[in-house]
């Protein structure tokens, strides 16, 4: 994934603590824990998997679109700029 | 978890197949393979996650509010029917 | 409306506040505003549908299906409780 | 807002078409109508909103960062064709 060279260590650390949140999510239907905290466990699961969404998605826009804070061309640098903010906003 | 005694195999084996998407996630960002497969990928979890969320809400309503089918008071069942359905239609 | 009758002139004015967003927007696009503060403008819409559902999804649960405050029966009282809870973290 | 001047009359339309749908919801409340109705009123407008944030977004990435069926750079234009796959994907 060459978007995420330089982040690939960042980004795999998100994943695995995603992962570990799945698995307590498995445990905590195995051992019957009240369903009010299932639910609580998977709604964080959902934020995590949407901020890990943003973080791919603004990688890909630098690394493969347009770097905003690296492009020569101003308007297309600032169209990029004013992209990955609607996309952070949008999967807050 | 009490209202998934019932459906607990059926919980588990979906919460297993999501963590088997987070692995195939990060044997992705291992193996760098191209980041519009890996966007794919995310979010294939992000919709089984929505899915899951779905379903442990719905199950909660039956189980520890009302059950629709099973309710005695007929406002209260009908209520109990279009929360489901507004569930389904929120986290399709 | 049986579910809001009480809280009526609540819904109402959050309703006519978002008329009013969908208005900027479509003045916006008319006037030709810079393409990035459109986007902020649906973004803004967006999150204020989604707190209006939240709303809407909490009243219907406490008029129609059990109201956590008042009902008599102690663990369908905390079951709607937490689905109360979960709608607000889900629709936040 | 240059990045719709193309498109603009197909924008404003679907916001038009947007706030007659935040009309129907707020003569919904006036007139008392079911609350199930209501909700599934409003889960109409959540769709319509998103869809008009992704085509919104969609538009932008073509106008102002990089059109995928014109720009030269054949890597950037996979790039954004790629990106507005997820984004198509993201917000159906």
């Known amino acids: 994934m060459s978007h995420t060279i330089a982040e690939k260590a960042k980004l795999t650390a998100r994943v695995r603590r995603l992962k570990g ?3 307590a999510v498995e445990r905590a239907l195995e051992t019957e824990v009240p369903c009010g905290e299932i639910l609580n466990l998977v709604a964080s699961v959902r ?7 943003g973080e791919l998605i603004e990688d890909h826009i630098r690394m493969h679109v347009v770097d905003p804070d690296k492009d020569g061309d101003a308007d297309r640098a600032q169209g990029a700029a004013e992209l990955i903010d609607v ?5 807050k």
Chains 1, 2, 3, 4 share one sequence.
């Open 87 to 91: 996309v952070r906003t949008y999967l």
């Open 21 to 23: 949140q799945m698995e």
């Open 47 to 53: 934020g995590a998997v949407n901020g890990l969404m």
